[in-house]
């Protein structure tokens, strides 16, 4: 770290190798809560132990935004034409198979009823049809 503007500050030398040897001194705050070690600095200081990183030195990578299982779920459904109650927000239950579905919206048809479009947000929770007798 060279002074850019050639000026010089009190307390610094003006040669490069005076920097090369300062370390950084960082407090510690918690002192006089640490059990491990009573109050004593540690061997690599007050931080914990990091785990080890992959040899190659690449960062870990995020997890992903989005893992599809919703529309993995609604393929299957829709592929085996599965009999599904769709429960609405206000306890409504509407029986029928999911024909098609989009980012807000699933097309229920029912038979001897009307078919249905079904904005996601209101839908509470929904199950297969086999299984309710396990939910009831």
């Not at 503007?5 to 300062?22: A, F, K, L, M, Q």
Request: hydrophobic letters at 20%; proline letters at 5%; charged letters at 30%.
């Amino acid at each position: 770290m060279k002074d850019q503007t050639g000026s010089s500050v009190i307390g610094r030398g003006s040669d490069s190798d005076s920097y090369g040897n300062r370390r950084l001194v960082r407090p510690s705050f918690n002192q006089g809560h640490r059990s491990d070690n009573q109050g004593h600095r540690s061997d690599n200081g007050d931080r914990p132990q990091r785990q080890e990183r992959p040899s190659n030195g690449a960062k870990k990578t995020a997890p992903p935004e989005q893992t599809h299982a919703e529309n993995f779920y609604y393929q299957k459904q829709m592929q085996s034409k599965t009999q599904m109650v769709i429960v609405l927000q206000d306890d409504e239950e509407v029986h029928g198979v999911i024909e098609w579905y989009d980012k807000y919206c699933l097309k229920v048809n029912r038979e001897g009823e009307p078919n249905l479009l079904i904005y996601k947000p209101s839908i509470k929770y929904m199950y297969k049809e086999s299984e309710e007798t396990g939910n009831k």
